[in-house]
């Protein structure tokens, strides 16, 4: 099975731009969720998608937001950068069943500098 | 207080030691816990995923739980230079969805 794919790789910014990351999950996964990685405060939950209904949100301002499409496909936008949304996005594909957790797969993220 | 505590690295050991990596968590609601090792600029890898107390075992990783004192461990034997990464313990809650907390990461260096 092919796992989580994320594109682009690798994005450079300037701030006051927008940006949209997408993700792809594993064949079959129907739960995508997002987070935010940096060498300050580490690896942080933005949202989780499930049957294209945002089911989880982190604590981030409203210029964060995502989407997920019918094929489970996700985007996430972040508008008017700032500075500080320089970071490593990662995003995690997972199945799922009605009151049962299971793995959460990672994509290789995207890093996205903003200058 | 954060939800999850890690110890901090960086932890250096010889190659074939054991290495012990360790989290605590606060919250006691029903809750699964993983294990994920990241490389330098790479995405988190799942090496471990437990639910409940005690030990659980994979080739030369052994996760262990002990949610009376809300402690996890992550054992790695025989270490090698490849084991060489940061190890993230992350806990997540089955109430509404995937949402994982993670721990600040140790960073491990294995050296021969």
């Known amino acids: 099975k092919a796992g989580v794919t994320q594109t682009p790789r690798y994005l450079i910014k300037t701030r006051g731009q927008q940006v949209t990351l997408s993700c792809s999950p594993i064949s079959g996964h129907r739960s995508v969720s997002w987070y935010q990685q940096t060498p300050g405060q580490g690896l942080q939950f933005l949202f989780e998608y499930f049957s294209e209904t945002q089911r989880n949100k982190g604590n981030f301002p409203g210029r964060f937001s995502g989407r997920q499409f019918s094929n489970s496909r996700s985007e996430m936008n972040v508008s008017t950068l700032e500075l500080g949304d320089s970071a490593l996005y990662l995003c995690?594909?997972?199945?799922?069943?009605?009151?049962?957790?299971?793995?959460?797969?990672f994509g290789p993220g995207t890093r996205l500098t903003v200058t | 207080q954060k939800e999850v505590e890690q110890d901090p690295g960086p932890l250096s050991v010889p190659e074939g030691a054991i290495v012990s990596l360790n989290c605590t968590y606060s919250?006691?609601?029903?809750?699964?816990f993983m294990w994920y090792r990241q490389y330098s600029r790479k995405g988190p890898e799942l090496l471990m995923y437990?639910?409940?107390?005690g030990n659980k075992e994979d080739g030369r990783f052994t996760a262990q739980v002990d949610k009376s004192s809300k402690y996890i461990s992550l054992f790695i034997r025989d270490s090698q230079p490849s084991d060489s990464a940061t190890y993230l313990c992350?806990?997540?809650?089955?109430?509404?969805?995937?949402?994982?907390?993670f721990g600040t990461g140790t960073q491990l260096k294995v050296e021969l």
């Open positions: 919250n006691s609601a029903f809750q699964y």
């Open positions: 995690a594909s997972s199945s799922h069943r009605q009151g049962v957790a299971y793995e959460q797969y």
């Open positions: 437990t639910y409940s107390s």
């Open positions: 992350a806990r997540g809650d089955t109430g509404g969805g995937n949402k994982l907390t």
